[in-house]
């Protein structure tokens, strides 16, 4: 799903209240915060300047990975999405994506501890007209507890900022008020990869059924070294390019993800873990099933090809 342009033109257009040079600077203070994965509890972005970078060259690719996990998860879950919390909602880009994915979303509060990011981001919202009107709330998630249940609850690049006591802490208390659905997104890289696999023990612990993306509860059967993350393609605009000094006109945001349902849901039995590799009249698929890691070859005589010729990394087939 695109990053809504009326969103884009507003983001851009307070971004443009700033100083060029003083938003480049912070634009690269913000992407050198990211990389270090301090995970020390710190705030990643503080300063307007910097929220400002933020929303511009952030958000688009944090929105292409949310409404990309979430648009699968939802594939998976049968429940009713009327309620959502967005937490460490930044300048609330989950929120856009649960707003623009789930049909029935009546009620959206976002909760965030960065002045500067709710203040932006409920100017955003008013702005660019989300599609469901939100709350925002200050809220600090590892010492506070929610004060409503919710059938969704996401939390989209969170985790990475905590110790491992205080994300299982607030895993643990996300889960105590999802009625419906918890999704966790995080860096595609092997730390924000072990965040997930720490979240997955405890909530498979406190009863929790996965809908995304594994196909089983089983231990992951990835090998040391590897780890499952998935790829999504953001386009930049102009004022983007400039502000991370780069030419290609789109970044490809990778990440890691789980999605846990209380009720019932349809996991998928086969999920493809890396692009499909395609050759002359045959697709090699490395895919995760229920039995493990399995490549699978599909030539033009299966019933699978014209799907697989169309499938990417972290589809169902």
């Known amino acids: 799903m695109q990053f809504p342009e009326e969103l884009r033109t507003a ?41 400002a970078a933020y929303a511009v060259t952030r958000m688009p690719a944090t929105f292409a990975a949310v409404s990309s996990a979430l648009e699968h998860a939802l594939a998976c879950y049968g429940g009713n999405i009327t309620s959502c919390a967005d937490i460490g909602a930044g300048t609330g880009t989950a929120g856009w994506a649960a707003a623009m994915l789930a049909e029935e979303l009546e009620t959206l509060d976002c909760y965030e501890r960065v002045p500067s990011m709710r203040k932006l981001g409920e100017k955003l919202m008013d702005e660019a007209d989300i599609p469901t009107k939100a709350n925002w709330y200050d809220y600090d998630i590892t010492n506070g507890t929610l004060p409503h249940s919710y059938d969704l609850i996401t939390a989209a690049y969170v985790l990475n900022e905590l110790t491992d006591t205080a994300r299982a802490r607030a895993v643990t208390a996300l889960w105590e008020k999802t009625d419906g659905m918890l999704l966790i997104v995080e860096p595609g890289t092997m730390t924000g990869y072990r965040n997930i696999m720490q979240a997955r023990k405890l909530l498979l612990a406190n009863g929790a059924a996965i809908a995304y993306p594994c196909p089983n509860i089983a231990e992951c059967p990835l090998p040391d070294g590897d780890w499952c993350h998935f790829t999504a393609r953001a386009a930049r605009s102009k004022l983007h390019k400039q502000l991370k000094g780069g030419e290609v006109p789109y970044e490809d945001e ?64």
């Open 11 to 51: 983001a851009e257009a307070y971004a443009e209240s700033f100083d060029r040079k003083q938003l480049i600077k912070a634009a690269s203070a913000v992407s050198e915060k990211y990389r270090e994965e301090r995970a020390d509890g710190s705030r990643l972005v503080t300063a307007e300047a910097e929220t």
């Open 254 to 317: 990778k990440f890691s993800c789980i999605a846990v349902v209380r009720s019932e849901c349809r996991p998928c039995e086969r999920r493809i873990l890396r692009h499909p590799q395609i050759a002359s009249g045959v697709i090699t698929l490395h895919t995760c099933t229920a039995a493990g890691i399995e490549d699978i070859r599909v030539t033009k005589s299966s019933k699978l090809f014209k799907a697989a010729r169309k499938s990417e990394c972290g589809d169902c087939i």
